[in-house]
T-cell receptor
């Protein structure tokens, strides 16, 4: 049972450029989550997919951010026109999708540095 | 509005002794609680969880206690080991998907 996989692990980009992160969830998990974490803070919820449907987006997810999960498998998180404030670790997690009380499992994260 | 709070940013414990990490929450609708451990530059790793219908869950050296009336959660690690040194996050969820995390407690286990 492979874990949640994220790519790339690290990305340094210039302000104004676009970046895309990919997440491959645990294979039998139909729920997928994106979180963001900055230094000294806990993970903050960004968005959630059940299968291919994006069911919730946080107000943290400005219109420069877009997430997709085509076919309900892998997911991508794109940030357009990056700003220095976007520098953070972007975490993907997945869980089984039956009712409540599910444990979410995180990937290794993708570090973004905007210079 | 921080719904999940970890008021101790750091904790130091001697190897072999008990580590107690605390977490308070404000939303009485939370029905599932989790603890994660995080090393630098890695994603959080799941440790242990507890449903709101229970008051204790144990897994090896890790025990989580839930006091619903006080809206308080604690993680006990016995005995503590140097490899336990990490940042610990508690999380809570109401319903299906919005897991809310605390700001973490950095545990240092001294050899």
């Amino acid at each position: 049972d492979t874990g949640v996989s994220q790519d790339p692990r690290h990305k340094i980009t210039k302000r104004g450029q676009n970046v895309t992160f990919r997440c491959d969830p645990i294979s039998e998990h139909n729920r997928l989550y994106w979180y963001r974490q900055t230094l000294g803070q806990g993970p903050e919820f960004l968005t959630y997919f059940q299968n291919e449907a994006q069911l919730e987006k946080s107000r943290l997810l400005s219109d420069r951010f877009s997430a997709e999960r085509p076919k309900g498998s892998f997911s991508t998180l794109e940030i357009q026109r990056t700003e220095q404030g976007d520098s953070a670790m972007y975490l993907c997690a997945s869980s089984r999708g039956s009712g409540t009380g599910n444990t979410i499992y995180f990937g290794e994260g993708s570090w973004l540095t905007v210079v | 509005d921080q719904q999940v709070k970890q008021n101790s940013p750091s904790l130091s414990v001697q190897e072999g002794r008990i580590s107690i990490l605390n977490c308070d929450y404000t939303n009485s609708m939370f029905d599932y609680f989790l603890w994660y451990k995080k090393y630098p530059a890695e994603g959080p790793t799941f440790l242990i969880s507890i449903s709101s219908i229970k008051d204790k869950n144990e897994d090896g050296r890790f025990t989580v206690f839930l006091n619903k009336s006080a809206k308080h959660l604690s993680l006990h690690i016995v005995p503590s080991q140097p490899g336990d040194s990490a940042v610990y996050f508690c999380a809570a969820v109401s319903g299906t998907y919005k897991y809310i995390f605390g700001t973490g407690t950095r545990l240092k286990v001294l050899a």
